[in-house]
């Protein structure tokens, strides 16, 4: 052993001065695309700042676009790919809005060989290398692990006004006339988007996993009694949510729990890292969660990935930005303030939080089922014309007219066929 001891010791010093010249040869702009804005933002920007660190020539550009889930950055981003002016690097979430949208389109570049060098077939589980991956290649670097089906409250409000936590959406709609009654809101609700949102939670609680699997597997159709049931459902819980929901952001949504004016919202994790990351509230006793309603022992899941688009104006530093999404240093910098986890096996859970801990936890021990509105089950065709099929609904309130259009939708976006 101790006859190697020195070439090992040289091979770490030629290895250091490899990564030191290859970091040093990194320079010019670096534009990273995104809807981390504002509140949203110190996350991304504490990466920004470990990656700034390691490269320090490089001008990192964070450009955001404002707006939960993208729906404003990707429509720009969409104008910008078209037009032949992609950003060196852009956010996209892990499955179709990646796979059956930018990869389908040709316009991605082949990862494969940053994860054999990068070890990430060791630390990354199989599953998430699945939903990044085609036949022919890997196609972004995956950043996080969030959670969308949770229900966030206020422990010490349910206390005063004296609910709990509803366990099934028929507890739930026993306790909200309670909660009327007190003038609180039962449910607070954002924009379009957040209804999406809501609705894929309801729709697990409904179909179950295995429906919902089947859903987007084009094997359940969006007529069946069961799928109109999920409509149906929506339309009752609807009826306790706040009527300013269509002007309202998912974090005006949140503070609306917050500052009491609502005893509950159904959110994903993000809201825990903006409860605790920007409002400075303790996880577990500034602020409760459980899973949505019916969805016990499911985990539905979306990961935020970063690409290399063909044509990135800064090949070289970009590769570098895709190495430290993956690190796991960068990704343990990262998630405690986002609120997700790293799908990383070797992460460090001891720096994150009550919340952090209890996802991870939740990750490795749940039934794993893909998100509509973050990106896993839908390209982005289906997720457009979905929009508008909520926002007939939401005028309409007319179930199975809701079911025949959404059908209609996934059919033209090629879902399940
Ligand atoms: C999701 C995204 C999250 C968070 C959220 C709210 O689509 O994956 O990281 O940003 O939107 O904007």
Redesign the pocket.
Known sequence: MRRHGWRLGLLVLVMSFVFAASAAAQSGQLEIF???AGD?GPALEALIERYESLYPDVDVINATVT????VNAKAVLKTRMLGGDPPATF?V?AGQELIGTWVLAERMEDLTFLYEQEGWFDVLPEELIKLLSTEDGIWSVPV?I?RSNVMYYIPENLEKWGVDVPKTWDEFLTIAPKLQAQGIVPLSLGENWTVIHLWESVALAVLGPDGWESLWAGELSWTSPEVVETWELLGRILEYTNSDAPSLT?QQATDMIVDGEAAFNI??D?ASGYMSTTLGLEAGTGFGWAPSPGTEGIFMM???SFGLPKGSPNREATLAWLRTVGSREGQDIFNPL?G?ISPRLDSDLSLYDTYGRSAARDWQNSRIVG?L???VVANERFMNDFATVMEIFLSSRNAVAASNAAQAVAAQAGIGF
């Open positions: 995104s809807w981390w949203e707006g939960g889930s993208g956010q979430h996080n969030h998912w959110m994903g993000w979306l990961a935020d986002k997700s998100s509105q973050h990106g």
